[in-house]
């Protein structure tokens, strides 16, 4: 006998009773009973309760797409004979209310959206004012007095109400008529009733009034308020007799038309209450007629949004329309029935048409499909409810919203499921521009991230497989994953940019007002403590995984054992979580117990043998996602790769799948197929760090039969995509063991697992892979066949591409071994150049493949790479959702992957074999291959840096890498290289190294040494260049060629110096060491130092677009870092070696320099002056810069130098002219050059703040600005037109002429100018100048008028033209013309000047 609890137990005790009592198995104290219905009666007690049949929706049983849901025939059903229907129910309708088809779950929204009654039209009385201080108290006895003792219990409020409805019943028991405002018919009213019934309601007139309803007197004096409110309600009633029913309704249109709608509604509201107050005496005078009779009379129009609602009561004998239902009395709370909640028991009002542009609310169906807002749909397809607009089909996203946090399970998990049918629709652009705004933005900005956080946590399965796809849907990008598996045999196809956000993270500027300090206080270097909401603004996946999304993954796994569905889902939502970034790679590898869950539970080596059909659970079976999610994680980095093989028994698991052809494997064919090319996948990928070659050896004869069946596979006349698939990942496994028997392995000191797998005799030999070649090479010539065949060529995929990079990885590591003979390659290669690449290039069909790469390159169509309309800044995607056409760079049809692999093939033969390089370079001179390059070099700038742009930019970057290779190959060796080729490829080069991405550092490394900065590729040395250079100086009018010697000398000289200037910028344009070696060793093939094959985030090019400049930038940062101000050693010898590459680029390469504008170019100049006080004094500097700034000043240079715009890396142009001016002034000491640049930006179409900067606030250094008339490199007219309208500055210019500050000897051209503007200013007549500039004008031509120095005053007055030939810089009149001798006459009359002097 088990004690009860004693005071003082804590919950253990508890815990431990009642774990004492189910143990002892004894029989419990008390019974639950469940009580029966009361509208069964006392009869249904002995009864056993009915069983519980609930209505519940599984997700996991429905098809993907719900039934087509159309009326079922009426059915009469036939009682059992324990459960007797009752005589008042019809059974169809007891038929309909167990119905549990999946729209009735959606019938009890209508029950929520109807607990809440309408109060919007309710009057409101307010209280009545008294004359005493406080209203009387009131007492019970006063209220019992003279009123009868109602039966039962009833509460004192329950008995005033009936005691105010009884007396106000006895001042009317006539039925009274409505308000003169509500409409006496109704066009409902006659679409309902037919003609006898129309002819059977009684006249107009026929009703009498018995008071008034609205005019009660308040207000006015107790004795007066009845009278008078009498008086004018005899009035309106004789009004209204006296008028007949047209002019009846006239005048209520009138009213109505004048009254406002509030109003309106509330005369009805109060109207229709009295109505029902004394419906209800006149059913309590009349005891022996039920009130269900007269509530099933009452008529309930149909109401919608043009027809006002009929609220007119018909009398007793008038036929009403019945109530859908019939109020029975023992239906609790119904012995009223209030006919405003009885509204949604009516047919829906008709669909209203949109008349104007206004913008609907959007609506979708059950399967996420966007409804127009006039779609007309039955109410049988469930998409009909009681909200907002309820006679529109379908449901909002708010309303979906609302769903998701019902209490009902199946409208919870429906809720998802369409929501995530949306997101899917939205992703694929279904909708269009039929939506205003994006879809994932609103549901994001709505906290739909985190309520699918929190359905994961549901308790119910269906919910948590809706909240599962939905997350799908929302992560992963359709397309994106097939993309990337059908390239992961592409040249270097397995390395992936990280799919994160690309924008820095930045606090919203409101954020931003606190001050630094207590920034650094509240922000941790750790992600972690920020809340997860904040992380999801800017990053989703972030967001998601500080959410403990991980281990709630884990548990649906591993604990609830899901569905397959469910399954796939999960694991493709931790392959989308494992591509976001390092971090998250190793979240997902070091969640507890999460990848020992995916291991076991979907990759087992044993396993019941599954059928073709659906199976019920993939649990204990193999899963072709759960390896390729290992094969993601391997990829995000080495150390990963290194823990899997060591930690999870990944060994074993590959041999089992690799070992067995996928026909024998106990699993459907497609499934096997696509299982045993992920684990080849997996294992190249291991095998790309070096990892994982011990397996060659165990698995050596089920490869050598692979490969042996591969003609075989490829002879199939239909080709099937997966054994393609399958034979690509195959030949890339194979590729990298290659690559890894032709190095030596390191030695390694330390006792990690990653040193542990490297080490050891299970390391590859060259000769236990010699024997690949001449398998795989027939499997290429048979592929070559099918060339000329487009769409059998097209069927092969990526084998081709795979055979070409296998034979590329075989000779380079057969050339690395330093114990064969080099002879036996030399003729192996001469005997495949000869056999089969040579013939391959003259092929016709090779020609194509060239012509189309314009077609099919995304640099050359900016708009193949457009982002999609759907695009979130905060979840990076490839955007594929609808595919690519096959003439694209990720197309069936693109030429990119072979010609990249031929390319790659063609470089390491001509590397090794120097003889065949000059007969395989002639792929260079393909016309497609030419007309391509001459697109890529043409001054049009590159795609926006999205994900898909980066991904594909970088594989067409691969192919313009390889063909410069090849062709500085062939440069190098002396070989017949025409001049416009070299041209042609050196403007490549150029081109490619500043458009080239992160993760290509070794390529942006390798251009600079051999290709940029090779003579071989200037033909204009050697063709007349410099001489041309002088020449076309000679012919410009108004260059500065007094200020240094020719071009020509310059330019040759700097094609003498060209290792030099190579030198200077390796020094300053290389990345970082780090990065180099990274990428180092995954172009050369250096599998041991491969530290990942996940690629940073492309947020910008490696190098910027003025990367030529970048030495002299850093040179200028240098110094103005450097406390003491000294410059470094080298100051000179690199700024000379940057002057002379960029005046090599602008005078033979200008394409290359067409990103920098102008105005970059000339504040580039700038910082030359601005590293010091004597680097300017150079010679050669001096020389240099004369000569960039006569290109600058050219006639089709100069209108486009804009300093008004914002330029790359300055704050602004007026700050730094203000530092420019401030050195000038302390340092130039008058030098012509320097005083040339501080010149060319005051010209009058700049902005007026440069030459108030200089005229304001360094007016001294106009006595160091000695730049004579004819070493300007611009026109003088570019400063004295047109005439200056800022009155500041012109005041500022005549003080400077007064004061002596700007004179002709010490600055002739600003002298000119000043002069030139000031007689423009005071001779000017314009009706529309102001007062001010008037009245400014008057003044300064009297100041002038009478000054002292002649001269000044002369010029001033006789200003004609601006002439730089001239001492003066312009041309003066002889004497006054009639016009200003006319003005000045005038002036002197009205007393501005006085008389008496001459003016001549």
Known sequence: MLSRPKPGESEVDLLRFQSQFLAAGATPAVQLVKKGSRRAGDANLEQPPLQDHRDVVMLDSLPDLPPALVPAP????????????????????????????????????????????????????????????????????QGRQGKPVTAGKRSIFAQEIAARRASGAKVSPVREVESILDPPESPMICEALTPREWGSQPPWNSYSFQGPHLVTGKGLKSQEAAQEAQTIHEENVARLQALGPEEILKEQQRLLAQLDPSLVAFL??????????????????????????????????????????????????????????????????????????????????????????????????????????????????????????????????????????????????????????????????EFGDRLVGSVLHLLLDAGFLFLLRFSLDDRVDGVIAAAVRALRALLVAPGDEELLDSTFSWYHGALMF????????????????????????????????????????????????????????RYVLEVTCPGPSVVLDILTVLIRLARHSLESATRVLECPRLVETVVREFLPTSWSPVGSGPTSSLHRVPCAPAMKLLRVLASASRNIAARLLSGFDLRSRLSRFIAEDPQDLALPLEEAETLSTEAFRLWAVAASYGLGSDLYRELYPVLMRALQDMPKELSSPPPRPLALQRIASLLTLLTQLTL????????????????????????????????????????????????????????????????????????????????????????????????????????????????????????????????????????????????????????????????????????????????????????????????????????????????????????????????????????????????????????????????????????????????????????????????????????????????????????????????????????HCSPARASLLASQALYRGELQRVPALLLPVPKEPLLPTDWPFLPLIQLYHRASDTPSGLPPADTVGTALRALQWVLVLESWRPRALWAVSPAARLARLMCVFLVDSELFRETPIQRLVAALLARLCQPEVLPNLNLDCPLPGLTSFPDLYANFLEHFEAVSFGDHLFGALILLPLQRRFSVTLRLSLFGEHVGALRALGLPLTQLPVSLECYTAPPEDNLALLQLYFRALVAGALRPRWCPVLYAVAVAHVNSFIFSQDPNNSDEIKAACRSMLQKTWLLTDEGLRQHLLHYKLPNSALPEGFELYPQLPPLRQQYLQKLRISGVLPNGVSDT
């Open 740 to 1067: 890894a028997a032709g190095r030596i392995a390191p030695e390694h000191n330390s006792h990690s697992a990653e040193a542990s797998l490297l080490a050891g005799p299970s390391s590859i030999t060259w000769t236990q892979v010699s024997g690949l070649q001449p398998l795989v090479e027939p499997c290429l010539r048979q592929t070559l066949k099918l060339l000329p065949r487009p769409e059998m060529w097209s069927a092969l995929g990526p084998v081709p591409t795979a055979c070409l990079l296998f034979l590329d990885a075989y000779y380079q590591a057969w050339s690395q071994q330093p114990g064969l003979c080099p002879e036996d390659w030399l003729q192996d290669m001469e005997r495949l150049s000869e056999g089969l690449l040579l013939p391959l290039l003259k092929h016709p069909s090779l020609g194509s493949l060239w012509d189309s790469l314009g077609c099919c390159s995304p640099l050359c169509n900016p708009q193949s790479c457009a982002v999609a309309p759907e695009t979130i800044s905060s979840l990076a995607s490839l955007g594929c959702a609808g595919g690519h056409p096959p003439l694209s760079l990720a197309g069936s049809a693109s030429p990119f992957p072979f010609l990249t692999a031929l390319l790659s093939l063609l470089n390491t033969l001509g590397r090794i074999h120097k003889g065949l390089c000059g007969q395989l370079a002639t792929v260079l001179a393909a016309p497609g291959l030419q007309d391509y390059f001459l697109r890529c070099v043409a001054p049009v700038a590159a795609p926006h840096l999205t994900p898909f742009s980066a991904w594909a930019l970088r594989h067409e970057y691969h192919l313009q890498y390889l063909a410069l290779t090849l062709a500085q190959r062939a440069a190098t060796l002396q070989l017949p290289v025409s001049g416009t080729d070299a041209a042609l490829c050196h403007g490549m080069a150029l081109a490619l190294l500043g458009r080239l991405l992160p993760g290509s550092e070794h390529l942006a490394h390798e251009l600079m040494l051999s290709c940029v900065f090779r003579l071989e590729f200037l033909p204009e040395r050697a063709s007349g260049g410099p001489e041309a250079a002088d020449f076309s100086d000679q012919l410009s009018l108004g260059s500065g060629g007094d200020l240094g010697c020719g071009r020509g000398a310059l330019l040759a000289q700097a094609c003498q110096d060209l290792p030099s200037i190579r030198s200077c910028y390796l020094t």
């Open 74 to 141: 009426p059915k009469r059903a036939r009682p059992s004979p324990g459960h007797l229907l009752p005589e008042h129910e019809d059974p169809e309708e007891r038929l309909n209310k167990h119905d549990q088809h999946i729209t009735a779950v959606l019938t009890k929204i209508i029950v929520r959206l109807t607990l809440e009654r309408d109060t919007s039209s309710m009057p409101v009385n307010l209280p009545v004012s008294s004359g005493v201080a406080f209203p009387p108290v009131y007492h019970r006895s």
């Open 498 to 553: 990280a799919l994160m956000p690309s924008q820095e993270d930045k606090e919203d500027e409101d954020e931003d007002e606190e001050p630094p300090a207590e920034k650094a206080k509240t922000k941790s270097p750790e992600e972690g403590n920020r809340p997860p909401s904040d992380l999801a603004r800017h990053d989703v996946i972030k967001g998601l995984l500080a959410t403990n999304l991980l281990p709630r993954l």
């Open 268 to 429: 009805k509201s109060h109207s229709h209450t009295r109505e029902q107050a004394e419906e209800k005496t006149t059913r309590e005078q009349r005891p022996g007629r039920p009130s269900a009779e007269v509530t099933g009379k009452e008529a309930i129009a149909p109401t919608s949004a043009s027809v006002p609602r009929q609220e007119n009561e018909l009398e007793p004998e008038t036929p009403a329309l019945a109530l859908p239902v019939t109020p029975q009395k023992e239906w609790l709370h119904m012995d009223t029935v209030e006919l405003e909640k009885l509204h949604w028991t009516q047919d829906l009002p008709p669909l209203r048409r949109q008349q104007t542009q206004e913008r609907m609310q959007a609506r979708f169906s059950l399967q996420g499909e966007l409804l127009a807002p006039d779609m007309d749909l039955p109410t049988h397809l469930g998409l009909h409810h009681h909200g907002e607009e309820a006679e529109r089909a379908g449901y909002s996203l708010q309303e979906l919203f609302h769903l998701t946090r019902s209490q009902v399970s199946q409208q919870r998990a429906l809720a998802l499921h369409v929501l995530a049918q949306v997101i899917g629709r939205a992703q694929a652009a």
